[in-house]
């Protein structure tokens, strides 16, 4: 009796000491809701390691594809809100809860932001053979012929559609959507003159348009981009008043300690605010965007209210 006893108490101990713990006691798994060699895969990759060094622990990548995103999205949102399971997602964080008519999870009632990590732009690439070189000659040729240009997109909701649509209610340009199973088809079909063009992420595109075999008529950012230094802007070469930039946002499950939001979030930014990560992150086409949780937050809440308008006045929908 003595002995089970001793047991016990030990094993009582043993777990108060286990709790006592200073978090992460334990690998951080970080759920990326899309299948490998994507935007958001390319980035959780490239924070991973330096952003665990700076916590002071381990992260390793799960990657959860499937329904735009959302499965991924919904096991963070229904983990134990102990800091060991986030999640890393683009701006489709802000798209899909006006893009589907139901989610198993709210956005933001389920879902506490850690902070914003990095931006990239897409650009508008057209075969070599379209006749515009520049925004201003490729609006006057679109307009002209309403409905009979047409761009391919990674799919229903993706990025280089959102682009398209915003591109579209910003410029009154009617194009036709023409959907792929992903965004390496859409570029191929593109380069092969089956679709006229598309808004591929720029990373992307990049290698295709210095080898010649798409024209970049813009980038879809505010500023132009060190990878394509000589192509303008969208908005400062015809279309005014447009941009769009994908963002990617690390969260936690709702009711996750503040400490630990806290202590994630200083990790974070001092991981991708050193030189040597944001030289490499640039060199793939992003660009990084340090902040608070509370303004990843309002950034969020923003843009769902963004989107919710323009999904419903264009009537997209991927159910």
Avoid at 63 to 69: F, I, R, V
Avoid at 126 to 132: L, Q, R
Avoid at 245 to 250: A, P, Y
């Amino acid at each position: 009796m003595k002995f089970i006893t001793a047991l016990l108490a030990g094993l009582t101990l043993a777990s108060a000491a286990t709790a006592a713990d200073p978090y992460p006691a334990r690998p951080i798994r970080l759920i990326v809701p899309y299948a490998p060699a994507g935007s958001a895969d390319i980035v959780a990759r490239r924070i991973a390691s330096d952003w665990a060094k700076a916590v002071g622990g381990s992260i390793y990548i799960e990657n959860k594809a499937g329904a735009g995103g959302n499965i991924g999205v919904d096991a963070v949102a229904k983990a134990d809100p102990d800091g060991y399971t986030i999640g890393l997602q683009t701006v489709s964080l802000a798209i899909n809860p006006s893009l589907f008519s139901k989610l198993p999870y709210d956005t933001l009632k389920d879902l506490a932001p850690i902070g914003m990590v990095a931006t990239s732009q897409h650009v508008l690439v057209v075969n070599p053979a379209f006749p515009a070189k520049d925004t201003k000659q490729f609006l006057a040729v679109v307009k002209a012929s309403p409905g009979k240009y047409n761009y391919g997109s990674a799919g229903p909701g993706s990025t280089f559609h959102m682009a398209a649509e915003l591109f579209k209610d910003v410029t009154r340009a009617d194009i036709v959507h023409v959907p792929y199973k992903g965004g390496g088809p859409a570029l191929v079909d593109t380069m092969a003159g089956m679709v006229d063009m598309s808004f591929p992420v720029l990373s992307a595109a990049v290698p295709h348009v210095r080898a010649g075999k798409l024209r970049a008529i813009g980038v879809t950012g505010s500023k132009r981009s060190p990878l394509l230094p000589d192509v303008p802007t969208l908005q400062e070469s015809g279309a005014t008043g447009y941009a769009f930039e994908t963002w990617f946002i690390v969260f936690a499950p709702a009711n996750t300690p503040k400490p630990i939001i806290d202590k994630l979030n200083a990790a974070l930014n001092k991981a991708i605010s050193a030189p040597a990560l944001k030289d490499k992150l640039v060199k793939d086409g992003f660009d990084t965007i340090p902040s608070t949780p509370a303004q990843a937050h309002a950034r969020l809440g923003q843009e769902l209210a963004m989107w919710g308008k323009v999904i419903k006045d264009r009537g997209i929908s991927a159910d």
